[in-house]
């Protein structure tokens, strides 16, 4: 079982200053989800090397069980610093693939032709394809084989804009997620605030913010043979 990770390489959050990236839990929770379970775990990103991570979720408050495990975890730091280039990724070897959030996939993953290639061969080949918080903004301009959103008519979350309004960032990011999944014709739904909620359509996995994600790697091994 060969899953593959895929991370932002955007550390620039909009015009604010401040700096953004790929949120800790929504990476660790999965990557332990995924490692414990036997999988095999390639991590990528559209620039390789080591992807920058937003520095608010290292603060103590959003520590989990899984990012203190990863603190200690010398094995896994190194991988992470050494992700793989995206585009050098072949779809063919994987039998899933995973995009934790932070607000850097809105800039980056987003518009990568690499990564909207591999989403579509991916999904199109029947093999799971997830991703979490504002991580589904990697499905934007996915289409599938006859052409359509892949998004249209089909069910998923995402981190809503009341989330993002209560982390007062509404002006900030180039788009709102959820907005945006219902613009492209997706049947989004979502749970309470920051409160874990999960959708699968066939073999399409989103989760709507961090406290989902660990469900949402578990979902992805659901889904595989």
Known sequence: MKILMVLTSHEELGESGEKTGFWLEEFAAPYYVFKDSGADITLASPRGGQPPMDPKSGLAEFQTEATERFQG???????????????GIDPAEFDAVFYPGGHGPLW?????ADSIRLIETMHAAGKPVAAVCHA???????????GNLLVDGKDVTGFSDSEEAAVG??????????SELRARGG???????????????????????????????????????
């Open 136 to 146: 589904p903004a990697v499905l934007r301009h996915a289409r599938r084989p006859d």
């Open 108 to 112: 980056d993953l987003t518009e990568d």
């Open 187 to 225: 049947k989004y739904s979502k749970g309470d605030d920051w409160m874990s909620h999960t959708v699968v359509d066939g073999n399409l996995v989103t989760g709507q913010n961090p406290a989902s994600s660990m469900d949402a790697a578990r979902k992805v091994l659901e889904l595989l043979p």
């Open 73 to 87: 975890d010398k094995a896994a730091q190194a991988a992470l610093a050494n992700t793989l280039p995206l585009a």
């Open 169 to 178: 960032l509404s002006e900030v990011v180039p788009f709102l997620l959820e």
